[in-house]
């Protein structure tokens, strides 16, 4: 069996045994009645360095369907919270953010990847890679991930990462594994889905300009509230 074949194989075995365990053992206790929600629209600020928030700017948000409701019953959607910006940088370059928060994340609701939302919308996906983006001297790194997103003339590059709990997930398995780990302490953890993309810039320009953008972001959120966004190592 090549390592390749063996990697397939303990990722399926380790999402099937996921997915039997969380039918056996159902967490009951959510994370987000001890660890409450921030309002979104109030913490992130409309300004911040040579950032400025265009109103008329619109990202791609997530996409609602059915499937995204807990069965035989009036349940909340995946987000209970979206904050859908674009800031301009003041030298014509345009960043849109999308933060969208779900109290629940577990096998029925949770938090769908921009690979999902961006495909559903009409785009192609492709290039996904994962990296880590230091934020500032002495402080921990953020493991994010990027991907292309492609309609006709449009080339949209995207940095983003998603947080279950305390940890960063932004992988299937990872996303698994983490919900797994807090169902088996009896909790469903919360979640945040942080989106950040650009128009009209190469990539490797886009990517430069994302990380940017971040940094300055991350700076600009009260120290109280930035768990919310980066978790907790």
Known sequence: ????????????????????????????????????????E??????????????????IKPIDTDAYFQPDERAAKVYSQEAARGYSDGQGNIVMLLVAYGP????????HRPEIC???NGFRV??????????????????VARLIAERESRLEPITYWMRVGNDISNGVIDNQLSRLKYGLNGI??????IRISTIGLSEDAAFRLQDQFI?????????????????AS
């Open 1 to 40: 069996m090549s390592l390749r074949h063996a990697q397939i194989v303990l990722a399926s075995t380790a999402i099937v045994l996921a997915a039997i365990l969380s039918q056996v053992m159902v967490p009951k206790r959510l994370m987000a009645r001890t660890a409450a929600s921030p309002s979104l």
């Open 42 to 59: 109030e913490i992130i600020p409309r300004q911040f360095g040579t950032w400025r928030f265009v109103p008329e700017i619109s990202p």
């Open 104 to 111: 629940v994340q577990n096998y029925r609701l949770k938090a």
């Open 118 to 120: 961006y495909t559903a």
């Open 126 to 143: 492709s290039g996904k890679t994962a990296t880590t983006l230091q934020i500032g001297p002495g402080e921990s790194p953020i493991n």
């Open 188 to 193: 469903i953890p919360d979640g945040a889905l």
């Open 215 to 231: 940094r300055d972001l991350l700076r600009a959120i009260p120290a109280q509230e930035l768990k919310f966004f980066v978790g």
